[in-house]
């Protein structure tokens, strides 16, 4: 298929591109690089021993997008495009609300205009809010989030919905994330965020490659193991490979619209990461504990039987694979990509 990919310069969206171009399939980006560099697309033409056609404009603009449609033969879309920061969300709701859901809106349209039915959406397990039971199984009917950027995730899964509920040739994947980390195995692609990272892996990658100074734990006395928090981390390889078996699955599917939880079905405590991410660098990392985070919650998994059961699909990465991949990408870019 020929595939565009939103987004598709991004962290997750660059390696879903070469996970799809390893599957055979044809790969248009389209990326307005206000939250990725333009050093990432040469890597991804070398990492693809071919050239990528890249669109470089920000969706929001309807006719543009419109006329990438029309000039470029699309089978199926991939829509990572999106700000995703918790935080700058809960300070610029707005900016968010208007973002996500205008470069959706003027995605869809184009497609309707252009007769492009198969819908591959970045969904994330925030979407399951604060009162499903873990593991969280797609079929929890009252979605919810904390905050606005999750918020943009539950009113586009509606919006799909209803968009394939009125055309039978529509057929939709939403793939709720857990928690992505890992890089290539290449080390020249991986997480390069603006500013001072908000989540852990990138974080802690940044402390052992001597851009921060220590860790700070969110809270030491959660009701589990070791009284940290517990996520379950998954390789963005094995999300990449998610993303093209569902992308595949899209013609067989029986609903028009399905989610599918990405996941590994495991939760791993920030301790744990801390010590897996020590052993792949090889030696003690600085960090103390915190309070909490407000919004966090104790322990959040996957249960990733759907996945397997319908897309054939399982992660198969271990904690080590992640930290060990990270690290080479940090080590190796210690500033992330190079400036434009
Ligand atoms: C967060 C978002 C989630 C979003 C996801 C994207 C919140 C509440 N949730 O998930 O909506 O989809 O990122 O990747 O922001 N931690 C530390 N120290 C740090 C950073 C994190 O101890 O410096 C802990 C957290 O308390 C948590 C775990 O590490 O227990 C993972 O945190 P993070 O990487 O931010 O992901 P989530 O909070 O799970």
């Not at 879903?16 to 206000?34: E, K, M, Y």
């Not at 970045?122 to 809010?129: D, I, L, R």
């Not at 991986?190 to 921060?212: C, F």
Request: proline residues 5%; hydrophobic residues 40%; aromatic residues 8%.
């Amino acid at each position: 298929m020929r595939v565009l990919v939103t987004g598709g310069a991004g962290y997750i969206g660059s390696h879903t591109v070469l996970a799809l171009v390893a599957a055979g399939h044809d790969v248009v980006v389209v990326d307005d690089f206000s939250n990725a560099k333009k050093a990432v697309v040469s890597r991804l033409e070398e990492l693809a021993g071919r050239q990528i056609p890249v669109h470089a404009f920000d969706l929001t603009d309807a006719a543009r997008t419109d006329e990438l449609f029309a000039t470029e033969q699309i089978d199926a879309v991939i829509h990572f495009a999106a700000f995703k920061a918790v935080g700058e969300s809960v300070q610029k709701p707005a900016m968010y609300y208007r973002n996500n859901l205008d470069t959706t809106l003027s995605l869809v349209e184009a497609m309707q205009r252009h007769g492009v039915t198969r819908f591959v959406f970045s969904s994330s397990a925030t979407v399951y809010g604060e009162h499903a039971p873990v593991p969280y199984q797609e079929d929890w009917d009252r979605l919810d989030s904390s905050n606005p950027y999750g918020q943009t995730k539950v009113m586009i899964e509606r919006i799909l919905t209803d968009v394939a509920a009125v055309d039978e040739a529509w057929r939709v994947a939403l793939l709720r994330y857990f928690n992505p980390v890992g890089a290539h195995p290449s080390g020249r692609i991986g997480e390069d965020p603006t500013g001072t990272p908000n989540n852990l892996m990138p974080y802690l990658s940044q402390v052992a490659v001597g851009r921060r100074e220590k860790l700070t734990i969110f809270g030491g006395d959660y009701p589990t193991a070791d009284g940290t928090g517990e996520r379950d981390y998954i390789h963005v390889e094995d999300l990449a490979t998610g993303h093209v078996a569902a992308l595949e699955h899209l013609d067989t599917m029986v609903t028009r619209t399905r989610a599918f939880n990405l996941g590994t079905g495991t939760g791993t405590s920030v301790l744990s990461l801390l010590r897996a991410f020590e052993r792949a660098v090889g030696r003690e990392l600085p960090y103390e504990i915190g309070p909490r985070r407000p919004g966090d919650l104790a322990v959040t998994y996957a249960d990733p039987a759907r996945a397997h059961a319908e897309l054939g699909w399982r992660a198969t990465r271990t904690i080590d694979d992640m930290c060990a991949d990270t690290w080479r990408w940090q080590s190796q870019n210690p500033q992330g990509y190079p400036e434009d």
